[in-house]
């Protein structure tokens, strides 16, 4: 895949307009809404329970983030992914700080369960994923974090992510300074943002929104590589004359909403094997 493939998916994005139901977390649903907006897709901020599940036969698309978890939130979960899976529409998990208390454990766990299209982490959440559903042993050595920061490198997690992937025959995103994206056989790397990416909140969540909106028109392994592309040319654009965090912010909205395939291949690099 190439920056130019990434560049028509893009396109298809802002032609579609998909529909992409979005469970996050308190911190990140602003940025999330926005980004989705930005890249030409449509949110919808819906986790209730007592609609979850009727929203996502109708979404396009379906992302579950982890953030905040309450029961009923858990609930949310549940009967969206469900419904979404019976309707053959594409989900994505974001595992937020997975390894880190057991009820994220067993929730995440139940949502492996109903097979996502994506599984969207960082490399720590990557390695305690691989471990609680049993997908690799020798992420037992792995899974260090600190709440929802990863304290492993994107390398460290390769082996994981694949056995992950092979073993729930879904897509698996590991994204940090670099990103990598892997079925189990095929693997791409994606490289671009910027260093002021990790000193504001949700811009990983906020990528498991926009990964959404590229679900929705491509297959799994094709639309993580895009969605990674995307926001790393994106930031890489947006902190390059950013004051600080506060500025990049909006920055980042900016530059998704403007990216063309020019502004694509100054911003990030893939390289498929």
């Known amino acids: 895949m190439d920056v130019a493939e990434v560049a028509e998916l893009l396109a298809q994005v802002r032609r579609s307009s998909p529909l992409v139901q979005c469970i996050t977390n308190y911190v990140a649903m602003d940025l999330a809404a926005n980004a989705v907006l930005a890249v030409g897709a449509s949110p919808a901020m819906v986790a209730d329970p007592a609609e979850s599940g009727e929203f996502a036969a109708i979404a396009s698309a379906l992302t579950v983030n982890t953030g905040t978890p309450s029961p009923r939130w858990a609930d949310g979960m549940v009967r969206a992914t469900t419904a979404a899976v019976e309707a053959g529409r594409p989900w994505v998990l974001d595992p937020v700080a997975v390894g880190a208390t057991a009820m994220r454990d067993e929730l995440c766990a139940e949502l492996m369960a109903r097979t996502p299209s994506i599984v969207r982490a960082n490399a720590s959440e990557v390695l305690a994923l691989a471990r609680v559903t049993g997908a690799s042993s020798t992420a037992e050595a792995g899974g260090g974090a600190r709440g929802v920061d990863s304290t492993d490198s994107v390398e460290s997690a390769l082996d994981a992510a694949q056995a992950l992937a092979r073993r729930h025959s879904c897509v698996v995103a590991v994204t940090g300074e670099v990103d990598v994206v892997t079925d189990g056989t095929r693997v791409a790397t994606v490289t671009g943002g910027h260093p002021l ?9 906020s990528l498991t929104a926009v990964t959404g909106a590229f679900a929705a028109v491509a297959p799994a392994f094709e639309a993580a590589v895009a969605a990674c592309a995307v926001y790393a040319a ?27 395939e020019s502004a694509l291949r100054d911003g990030a690099q893939v390289v498929s094997s």
């Open 197 to 205: 990416m990790a000193r504001i909140t949700a811009t990983g969540c």
């Open 234 to 260: 994106a930031g890489s654009r947006a902190g390059c004359d950013a004051a600080g965090p506060g500025t990049l912010r909006w920055r980042l909205l900016d530059e998704l909403h403007r990216l063309d």
